[in-house]
């Protein structure tokens, strides 16, 4: 089984759109499964139509202190040595906010009354959803306000590799979240092949450089699709040069500038399925030809 994850170092690429393309037309040639790790803002379901649920799962990715009221007498020693401000006294009792405790555990310490305690806290959900097209899509889903976003992301991956096992599938294709955090590093970690997302422009160019840096960590191959290439032309051809010769990444496509994808997101569609006419319909088709020849290379 091998892990394809698209990337991108910056947000608006494309790079869900990208990757929900790749899933849809690769699904054709092999059987596969989907995993949505941009869990502060997973979409890919929305790129592919929905799907039905299969499954859904708690992830409880970190620590929170809670107060038992029955021991607490409000004497609140807690308060005052919470680093993190996340204690207050309401109605003489103990009360924890949630969103600021980091489950450092101090308030356990200085609890005269053995009140408090720090234990596993639901961070975020996974769920299994099968498209209309006949793949299952394993999204993560961080809580408002949580952290441990690369936790949920190795889960999602964990889930998804155990459904491909179930069900035959011989790719994971891994939607990553924007940038090179935690998130990204997760998914990441296990990879057969990077597709980076960029477009023409110099703050894209700086953070495709750190992307290709920590796929190299991970001694991962990564290739380049030049995204919304026309807007540019000239600064397109120097961006692709500089990745060949400096990054020393192949060129995998460029993909027009084409109204037909906002059309076809809007539709809760991939282009290629919304119009397989189009330019970018016909980029991302010969796209995954290229991707196909890569993995074949694996």
């Known amino acids: 089984m091998k892990e394809l994850v698209i990337a991108s170092g910056k947000g608006g690429t494309g790079k869900t759109t990208v990757a929900s393309s790749l899933a849809y037309l690769l699904n054709s040639r092999r059987k596969l499964i989907a995993v949505d790790a941009d869990v502060d803002a997973p979409d890919l379901l929305l790129a592919l139509g929905g799907g039905e649920l299969l499954e859904e799962r708690a992830i409880e990715a970190s620590e929170k202190a809670r107060v038992d009221s029955e021991l607490c007498d409000g004497c ?59 793949f299952t899509v394993i999204t993560g889903r961080l809580k408002a306000g949580e952290h441990n976003s690369g936790k949920l992301v190795s889960a999602a991956k964990e889930m998804a590799r155990k459904r491909a096992e179930a069900e035959g599938a011989e790719l994971v294709i891994v939607d990553a979240a924007p940038g090179i955090g935690c ?32 796929a190299r960590h991970f001694n991962t191959p990564v290739g380049l699709v030049l995204n919304k290439a026309d807007l540019s032309g000239e600064y397109a051809r120097q961006m692709e040069e500089w990745a060949l010769l400096e990054l020393k990444i192949p060129l995998l496509a460029e993909l027009p500038v084409d109204y037909e994808a906002v059309r076809a997101l809007a539709e809760m569609k991939t282009p290629v399925e919304l119009n397989p006419k189009s330019k970018i319909s016909y980029a991302l088709t010969l796209l995954a030809d290229r991707v196909e020849e890569e993995l074949a290379r694996l």
């Open 76 to 134: 609140g020693a807690c308060v005052n040595a919470c680093p993190y401000g996340a204690m207050v006294v309401e109605g003489g009792k103990a009360k924890v906010y949630t969103y600021l405790c980091e489950g450092c555990g101090v308030c356990t310490l200085v609890c005269p009354k053995g009140a408090v305690k720090v234990e596993p806290y639901v961070t975020g959900m996974l769920t299994a959803q099968r498209t209309k097209h006949g």
């Open 183 to 214: 998130p990204v590093i997760a998914s990441l970690s296990g990879a057969s092949y990077v597709v980076a997302v960029a477009e023409p422009t110099p703050t894209s160019r700086r953070n495709l450089m750190r992307l290709v840096e920590v």
